[in-house]
Nanobody
Framework: QVQLVESGGGLLQAGGSLRLSCAAS????????MGWFRQAPGKEREFVAA????????SYADSVKGRFTISRDNAKNMANLQMNSLKTEDTAVYYC?????????????????WGQGTQVTVSS
């Protein structure tokens, strides 16, 4: 079992940048494929980004490609999401998630472990 805790959310203006972090405990992060998801009010939870155990492969939603970067530091048991050129449409609660699955997954129900979420609000 692995426990996940997100941090780094906040309020900022469109065009700004924010870095979210996900700290893991209980198990080595290297055992898990990591993903980030987000959920805006009144909308379904959607995939944002994912990264393989080694960190060599990543996947991004089209809406964030070129603006967001997912990374991981297995030695520190952390995963991160660097968000640049933020838009008001990016406003949501952001969740980190982990799965023991081998392949990158963009489907939320394939992830077994979730953090509590951190709020990101982008104003115009």
């Amino acid at each position: 079992q692995v426990q996940l805790v997100e941090s780094g959310g906040g309020l900022l203006q469109a065009g700004g940048s924010l870095r979210l972090s996900c700290a893991a405990s209980g198990r080595a992060l290297s055992s898990y494929t990591m993903g980030w998801f987000r959920q805006a009010p009144g909308k379904e939870r959607e995939f944002v980004a994912a990264i393989t155990r080694s960190g060599l492969s990543t996947s991004y939603a089209d809406s964030v490609k070129g603006r967001f970067t997912i990374s991981r530091d297995n030695a520190k048991n952390m995963a991160n999401l660097q968000m640049n050129s933020l838009k008001t449409e990016d406003t949501a609660v952001y969740y980190c998630a982990a799965t023991a699955g081998y392949r990158l997954s963009t489907t939320d129900f394939l992830y077994d472990y979730w953090g509590q979420g951190t709020q990101v609000t982008v104003s115009s």
